[in-house]
C-alpha cells in the first residue's frame, strides 16, 4: 500500500500537505488568521512535536517499553492523565479555576505535559500527523459550528 | 505581577527558559538526543502549537465562546474528548489496535485532535508553555524511572 | 411541583414504577430472567443502594460539603474515579487483567467503590432512581443490540 | 483455592461480613446512621444490584460477548460511559447543572445507569462485593477526612 501523504513520513511535522487541499481563505477570516500563522513553516517539521516524538521514543527504547505502547494501551493512559488534570479543578469554581496560585498551575503544567506526550507517542505509533490533523479538525468545526448559529451557545452541533 | 517566564509570553513557544536549568547531557543520551533535536529551535516559537492557539482564539471569538472557556470546563472537556478517543479501541484487542483499518485510523486522528486542541486552548488559558513543559516531564519521568530499574516493566515508580 | 414519581421519594429504591411500562417477558428471555429476580421485592427500597445514599448524606452534611457537590461536580468527580479505575488495568493485557493478585483486585475493588459511591450521590442529588435507570437501559440496549444481529460482534450499534 | 467470603459467593450482596470487621457505631454518627439502614437486611442479599449482576451475565451470554468482557475492557468501558455522563454538564455553570431540564436529566439517568451496568458487570468478573466495598470506602473516607479538618474545605486528604 502506497505510504499516506507520499513523501511525508514524519508524522508530526507535514502541514503542507493537508493545507494544500483547503481553498485559500478570506483575509481576516478564521482560517486567514491561521494560515498567515502557519505559512511561513508550514512546509517545515515543527520542531517540538518532532522533538518530543524523538524524546519519547528514545525514552520508550531505552526501558524497553515498545511491548507496553500499544494505541489501545496509550489511548487508556492517555485519558487517565487527562483525569488526573481534571482532578486538580473537580472541587473549584470556574472563578477559581482561572485564578490558580503558582504552585497549582505548576502541578497543572505538569498533567498537561502528561497528557501531550501520550498523544505525541500514539500519533508516533498511528503514524498520524498531529498538527494536520488539528489543522483539518478546527476547518472541519467551523462547518459543524457556524458563527450566526453558535454564537454565544454552547449547544452541541447537532441541536444547533 | 512579574509575569512568569518574563520575556517569553508566547505561552507555547518558549522552550528556552526551561532549557537553562537542565545540565548539559551527554551525548547519545536520552536528553542528548532530544536537544539534538530541539536545539536549532529551542528559543524559536513553535509554528504549529502557535498556529493552533491563534486559531483557537479566532474560532473562540467569532463564537463568543470565552464565556464557557473556564480552565475547569475545558479539563473536562478535554477529558471527554481523551474518553472519545479510548472509546475505539475499548472492545479491540491491542494486536487490532495495532493495525486500524484506514477510516478507524482516521476518526481517531479526529479524536487525537480533539485533544490537542482543547490541550492548546487551555495551555492559553493557564499561560503555560506547552512544548516546554512536555520537555520538562521527559527529564522529570527519566529521574522517576531509571534505566535500570524500569526495563521491562511496566510498575508505576512507587512500586520499582 | 409535583414530585417525579410521585409515592416514590426513596430515589435509589423504586423500581416498580418503571416496571408497569414494560410488557411482560416471554419466560426464559432475557427480561424474564430479570424480573424473576427482581420480581420478589420491585416494590421494596433496595437496601444496599439506600444505605449508601444515607451515608453520603450523613458523610457530606458532618464536614459541610454540601456547596461542592453539583451535579457539574460530582460528575466530574466520578469521571476521575473511574479513571483511577482504569489505571490499574492500563499497562496489564486482558489476560493478566482476568488473574489479579490479591492485593491489586483490593486496590482495584476501592475505585469501584469511589464510583459507585459518586454515582449514589449524584443520583440522590438529581433525584433519579439508579436502579430503575438500570433495568430500563437493559431493556433499552437489548433493543439496540438484537441477539441476531450483535452474537459475537463488539461493533457499536450504529454499525450493526 | 478457597474462595474469598467463603459462603458468600453472591458478589454484590453481602455486607454482613464486612459488617463484623467494625466495631459498634456511637447511635446518631454517620456510621450508625448507615448502620440502622444496613441492619434490617445486612445479611441479605441487595436485590436491585443482583438481579442487574445476573441480567449482565444473561444479556452478554446471549450476544456470545463474554470474549470481550475483560476486567480491563470494562473499566475501559466504564471510564467511557463516565465522560459520556460528564459531557452532559462540561458547559453548564454548576447552578444549571442543579436545575437540568427534564429532557436531559432523562438523558443524564440513562449515562448513571451505564456506569452502574459496567460497575456491576465488572464487579462480577472480578468477584467484587460492590455493596460491601462501597461500605468499607466510606468508613475508610471517614478517617482520612476528620470531620473537625475537612468541614467546609474541599482540600485532598493530603493537604488538610
Redesign the interface.
Known amino acids: 500500500m502506497k505510504p499516506?501523504n507520499a513523501g511525508c513520513r514524519a508524522a508530526v511535522?507535514c502541514?503542507a500537505i493537508i493545507m494544500e487541499k483547503i481553498p485559500p481563505p478570506l483575509p481576516g477570516s478564521?482560517a486567514g488568521?491561521?494560515l498567515a500563522?502557519?505559512s511561513?513553516?508550514?512546509t517545515?517539521p515543527?520542531?517540538?512535536?518532532?522533538?518530543?516524538r524523538?524524546?519519547?521514543r528514545?525514552?520508550a527504547a531505552?526501558?524497553?517499553?515498545d511491548?507496553?505502547h500499544?494505541?489501545?494501551?496509550l489511548?487508556?493512559?492517555?485519558?487517565?492523565?487527562?483525569?488526573?488534570?481534571?482532578?486538580?479543578?473537580?472541587?473549584?469554581?470556574?472563578?477559581?479555576?482561572?485564578a490558580?496560585p503558582?504552585e497549582a498551575?505548576a502541578r497543572?503544567?505538569?498533567e498537561?505535559?502528561?497528557?501531550?506526550?501520550y498523544?505525541?507517542r500514539?500519533?508516533d505509533?498511528?503514524d498520524?500527523d498531529?498538527?494536520a490533523?488539528?489543522?483539518?479538525?478546527?476547518a472541519?468545526?467551523?462547518r459543524k459550528?457556524p458563527?450566526e448559529k453558535?454564537?454565544?451557545s454552547?449547544r452541541k452541533y447537532t441541536e444547533l
Chains 1, 2, 3, 4 share one sequence.
Do not use: C
Not at 489511548?75 to 482561572?98: C, G, K, P
Open positions: 499516506r511535522g502541514s478564521l488568521v491561521m500563522h502557519m511561513a513553516d508550514a517545515a515543527d520542531p517540538a512535536l518532532l522533538a518530543l524523538e524524546a519519547m528514545g525514552f531505552e526501558r524497553d517499553w511491548q507496553f500499544s494505541p489501545k494501551n489511548a487508556a493512559a492517555l485519558s487517565v492523565e487527562a483525569a488526573e488534570l481534571l482532578e486538580h479543578f473537580q472541587w473549584l469554581t470556574e472563578d477559581a479555576s482561572r490558580l503558582a498551575r497543572v503544567a505538569e498537561m505535559a502528561d497528557v501531550l506526550l498523544l505525541v500514539l500519533a505509533k498511528l498520524v498531529l498538527a490533523a488539528a489543522v483539518a479538525k478546527i472541519h468545526n467551523a459550528y458563527v453558535s454564537r454565544g454552547s
